[in-house]
């Protein structure tokens, strides 16, 4: 890979696109895309100087990482270059580096000063995960005093015996708890560790959470969990066809030491606001049981919505209101038959303190591109990745189409 050392202008006024970019938001915003066509863009993040880093989850012109600068000031990348032998969901600027989340494996890439494009070989930070073909990927988060914290999902939907099959038992207890199904914390600075020799469990019970971010203003750590699927295809004398697709909700966890969320074992039902015991584990709908003694939600969202980033917001662009509340990605559903399709939007939760402060509410829609999604390939675009801009500007990746958006505050 080629390195490139150039001025980053900033003095031009950035403008949305005519339409938005397609996107409907609140009065006062625009959209512009900042870059498009770039691959399957998961994750990203923003250095201080502007310069985007974007994970795929292929490999494309001989890359995992995309590398995006803006050099006159237009509120466009002009320079796009590939990097790495990785692909992945999880990246974040961190001390001088560029970390990277491959499903097996964590990494990172020094970056140089002027220079877009990380130099040297990767160092692994953290590795020994297992191949997995569900819930593979690698988010993370950083807190302020050297840890990372990273997503290992369940192989699995709900620990059956067989998995996805109809009427099968769940295991109990469920063997993939030791090293799936919640969030491992390693030091963000010391190379080659092991999860299961030197990673702690800093929190269990969590099926998979792509979205994951540590709160710097209330120093704490924060996950959406993707609810598990299928209740009436695996368990049709209990549930109907509309109930699985409205159950479970998906879970906004504040996440400590010791957290059990109580997956495999344990739902979410946010049609009656509590956690139930599973059928795989003697449930019924209604039974609550062992799941008494994990923790609940700060908040939830509708079934399958596929939450798959969280964002605190710090800038000063927006409005006030906006201030150290959460955006969430939700990257769509693909299990709500016989309703509809539903999420492909951002989110916004208001926040006072460590906790919500208000309902949740849609932000930016129109990722889609169609009134009504019925099937989640029929999407234009869908949302995954979500980034703050030095100027406090909000980036979103796409990863249907590779496009990665550009939110802007223009009103009064």
């Known amino acids: 890979m080629f390195l490139v050392a150039c001025q980053v202008k900033t003095d031009s006024k950035i403008t949305g696109d005519k339409d938005n970019a397609g996107l409907k938001l609140p009065d006062g915003f625009s959209a512009l895309i900042f870059a498009d066509s770039l691959g399957h863009a998961r994750h990203l993040d923003v250095n201080s100087n502007g310069d985007v880093y974007v994970s795929l989850s292929k490999v494309k012109n001989g890359g995992g990482i995309v590398c995006l600068r803006d050099t006159n000031g237009d509120g466009r990348a002009d320079i796009i270059k590939y990097h790495g032998i990785y692909d992945g969901t999880g990246i974040m600027v961190h001390k001088g580096y560029v970390y990277f989340g491959a499903d097996t494996i964590i990494v990172r890439f020094k970056l140089t000063k002027g220079e877009l494009i990380p130099t040297g070989q990767p160092e692994v930070i953290a590795k020994g995960f297992d191949h997995q073909n569900e819930h593979s990927t690698k988010p993370f988060t950083f807190d302020l005093t050297g840890n990372i914290y990273v997503t290992v999902g369940a192989p699995s939907n709900a620990c059956q015996m067989v998995d ?81 697709a409205e159950l479970p909700a998906e879970e906004f966890l504040q996440v400590s030491d010791g957290s059990n969320f109580g997956w495999p074992y344990c739902y979410y039902d946010g049609i009656h606001h509590k956690r139930v015991l599973a059928p795989e584990y003697g449930g019924n709908g209604t039974k609550v049981d062992r799941c008494s003694a994990t923790k609940d939600p700060i908040m939830t969202f509708p079934a399958h919505f596929a939450p798959n980033d969280v964002l605190f917001y710090t800038g000063t662009m927006f409005p006030e209101k906006y201030k150290n509340g959460a955006f969430i990605a939700f990257h769509g559903s693909w299990n709500r038959a016989p309703l509809p399709q ?55 990746a796409d990863d249907t189409a590779g496009r990665i958006y550009r939110i802007i505050y223009n009103g009064k």
């Not at 609810?227 to 509309?242: A, H, I, N, V």
């Not at 939760?349 to 390939?377: C, L, T």
């Not at 029929?378 to 995954?384: I, V, Y």
């Open 342 to 396: 539903k999420g492909y939007c951002i989110v916004f939760v208001p926040f006072k303190g460590s906790m919500p402060s208000g309902s949740w509410e849609i932000f930016a829609d129109g990722f889609s591109g169609i009134p009504v999604v019925n099937s989640p390939g029929d999407a234009k675009h869908r949302p995954c990745g979500l980034a703050q801009g030095p100027d406090g500007s909000l980036y979103i």
């Open 164 to 244: 996805r099959t109809k009427g099968s038992p769940g295991m109990d207890p469920c063997p993939l708890l030791d090293l799936h199904g919640g969030i491992w914390r390693f030091n963000d600075d010391k190379l080659n560790q092991d999860q299961a020799k030197d990673g702690y469990r800093y929190s269990t019970g969590i099926r998979n959470a792509v979205a994951i971010r540590w709160n710097n203003l209330e120093n704490k750590l924060y996950a959406i969990q993707h609810g598990r699927d299928q209740l009436s295809q695996l368990f049709p004398e209990m549930y109907t066809d509309k109930q699985s």
